[in-house]
Structures are given as structure tokens and as C-alpha cells.
């Protein structure tokens, strides 16, 4: 496959604070409002896109950089995609605890060396990702990913598109261990679905990139500081269980809560109150405040003029990982906001390119 182009963000990129997000203004009925009407028409969209997935034919497609700065169509079609939705990977929490599944058609046992006298035959252990949809933690589902899913098990990955609890019903960190129990049940059944646990990848958009993220970066931390992004006790044998993540694609994600106002509550219905009154909370579900020397590498995907979650959010997570070691991308999709990034081809394949390197 040809690489695809970048338009990457400086590497060396100034450790600023990230800014306050373009939505700490919005009252409660605001953003229920945006996110609802976001979430249908971004399901509506993304799954009549899913004809782009692939070229018509099977010929390479060049673009203009100037035209379209980090774009391409992919090399090849790919192959089939056997889908099986609505999966139970938590019997406990209803329609929340279910996932789509999208498999590689099979391609058993095929030898490496046709003609040779005993070839070996080809590992059955996939690539696996677990992908977390949007919409502001409070709407959404699992539906609305499904170009990017298709798209990214035509590549050849195990995808596992979950639902998950919803505030204001269930606040934070139900959300956070919805996706590690996602995870446990990508183990339980590594076998059956021929996935190798040291190839397991993150990817979600928005509410659902920074689920992504921080479920990544706290992995590493301490079990008293994990503790506090989930309701298992810090004894509890589950921890053991998760399989290490080895790769994180992050689209528009919300990255860091501790520069909101302190008396702002527009996030109260997610996080259970203003930054005031739960200080440890908004700490405990910021990415940045927890990036470390032992994260997974990360590539963040951001348009330049979302001002929904700005792109300043981003660029101080990537500097704050860069600081530890990390490794980690940032492409800025220029004049794109935070709806329009989602649908943008450069997204979907930014993100398969990240994972076909990295897992």
C-alpha cells in the first residue's frame, strides 16, 4: 500500500495550555440538541460513504497534495467483510452493553511458498480494534462508525464497534469501563475470532476518541490512579485481564477538562458537577494530565477550525506525550470542523494507514 500523505502538525510542538473548549458556553439543552442531531446525520452519511471505502477498481488513484493535502484512495479493493451486529458483550447493561463485529473474509490456511515442498501455512491471528463512537457522551451509537469499520476490516483488522452507557443516566467513568469491558470480552474470544491480543488497536471520534485515549494512558498508571477513571475496585482481578493496547487513533477528542472554568457546569451531566465541586473527577478523565512514559503510541486526527472541541486541545495532548517519550502524530485537516473532519476520506484513511503500521 502507498503511504499516505500527511498534512501533519510541526513536530516540535509548543507545551501550551490547551484552551477552554468552544463548548463550555452551551447550556445542557444546547449540547443534547447538538449531539443528537450530530450523531443522525453523522450515521446517515457515514454509512452511505461507505461506497468510498474503495475505489471502483482496483487501480491506484493519485490526488493532488495541493488539492486534497493528505488524501488517497486505497491501493487495492480489499476483501469482503462479514458483519454480525448486535452481539452481547455485556448481558448487564441492555442495549448499552452490545457490539457490532466486522470480520476479514476468511483466508484460513494459505501457504506462504505455494511451490515449495512443505509451506507454511499463514497465521490465522488478526489485528484487532475496538472502536468507540461520539456524541458528547450522552448520545450516539455504534451504528454511526460503520464506514469506518467496514473499511478498516476490509484492511484486514478484527473491528469490535460498541455501544456504551450514556450520561445523564450514567456518568463518568461508567463510559471508561464500558470500553475495558469491551476489551475483556475481545479476550475471552481472541480465539474463536483468530485475534492476536499483542495486535489490539483504539479508535473513536469525539466523546468516543477521548474514551480511546484514556482508557490508553491510564492503562500504565498506578492501580490507586486508575482507579479513580472506573468503579472496579483497585483489587479487583479484571485489571489483570485487559489486553495492553498497542496503538491509539483519536478523531476531535476532548483532551483535557481541567482548563474549564471552575464554575462551569456544562459538563456537570457527564463528569457530576463544575470543576469546583469535583476537581479530582475532571483530573481523573483528562488525557493529557495522565500522559506517561509508558503509553501506547497515539496519532490524533483534528480539523483546524473546530470550534466545537478546538484543535488546541489536541496539540497540547500530542506536546504533553512528546514530552514522555511517546510516540505520537497530530494531522490537522485545515478549514475542516469537528462534523465535517469525521466525514472527510483523510480521516478514515489516516487512520487505516496508523493501524496497518502500527499493529
Not at 448486535?86 to 457490539?99: F, I, L, N, Q, S
Not at 512443505?118 to 472502536?131: I, Q
Not at 481541567?258 to 457530576?272: D, I, Q, V
Not at 469535583?278 to 488525557?287: D, K, L
Request: charged share 20%; glycine share 8%.
Amino acid at each position: 500500500m502507498r503511504s499516505i500523505p500527511h498534512s501533519s502538525q510541526d513536530p516540535s510542538l509548543p507545551a501550551k495550555p490547551a484552551a477552554a473548549f468552544g463548548w463550555i458556553g452551551f447550556g445542557a439543552v444546547a449540547i443534547t440538541t447538538f449531539s443528537l442531531v450530530t450523531g443522525f446525520v453523522i450515521g446517515l452519511l457515514s454509512t452511505a460513504s461507505a461506497r468510498a471505502d474503495t475505489p471502483d477498481n482496483g487501480n491506484n488513484t493519485t490526488t493532488e497534495p495541493a488539492v486534497q493535502a493528505g488524501a488517497e484512495e486505497m491501493a487495492e479493493p480489499g476483501g469482503d467483510v462479514i458483519r454480525k451486529f448486535d452481539v452481547v458483550y455485556d448481558p448487564e447493561t441492555g442495549r448499552a452493553g452490545k457490539c457490532d463485529i466486522y470480520l476479514p473474509a476468511p483466508a484460513d490456511i494459505a501457504p506462504v511458498n505455494p511451490g515449495s515442498p512443505d509451506p507454511s501455512p499463514k497465521t490465522n491471528d488478526r489485528p484487532a480494534v475496538v472502536v468507540v463512537h461520539g456524541g458528547g457522551w450522552m448520545s450516539g451509537d455504534k451504528w454511526t462508525m460503520y464506514s469506518h469499520c467496514n473499511a478498516l476490516a476490509k484492511r484486514g483488522h478484527v473491528v469490535i464497534s460498541i455501544n456504551y452507557r450514556l450520561a445523564p443516566e450514567h456518568k463518568f467513568p461508567a463510559q471508561v469501563d464500558d470500553v475495558r469491558k469491551a476489551l475483556l470480552w475481545l479476550d475471552d474470544h481472541a480465539s474463536e475470532l483468530k485475534v492476536d491480543l499483542n495486535r489490539v488497536g483504539l479508535f473513536g471520534y469525539s466523546a468516543g476518541g477521548h474514551l480511546s485515549a484514556l482508557v490508553a494512558v491510564v492503562a500504565d498508571e498506578s492501580p490507586e490512579i486508575r482507579q479513580r477513571s472506573s468503579d472496579w475496585a483497585v483489587d479487583d482481578a479484571r485489571w489483570d485481564r485487559l489486553p495492553k493496547i498497542k496503538a491509539v487513533c483519536a478523531g476531535g477528542p476532548p483532551c483535557d477538562f481541567r482548563e474549564l472554568p471552575p464554575e462551569n457546569t456544562s459538563l456537570a451531566y457527564f463528569l457530576g458537577g463544575s470543576r469546583r465541586q469535583v476537581p479530582e473527577i475532571y483530573r481523573a478523565a483528562s488525557p493529557t494530565a495522565l500522559a506517561s512514559t509508558g503509553d501506547p503510541p497515539i496519532h490524533i486526527i483534528h480539523g483546524g477550525d473546530d470550534f466545537l472541541v478546538p484543535v488546541t486541545t489536541s496539540r497540547s495532548f500530542v506536546a504533553a506525550l512528546r514530552d514522555q517519550g511517546v510516540e505520537c502524530q497530530l494531522t490537522e485537516l485545515p478549514k475542516l470542523g469537528h462534523l465535517m473532519t469525521f466525514m472527510d476520506q483523510r480521516t478514515k484513511q489516516t487512520m487505516i494507514r496508523w493501524f496497518e503500521k502500527m499493529l
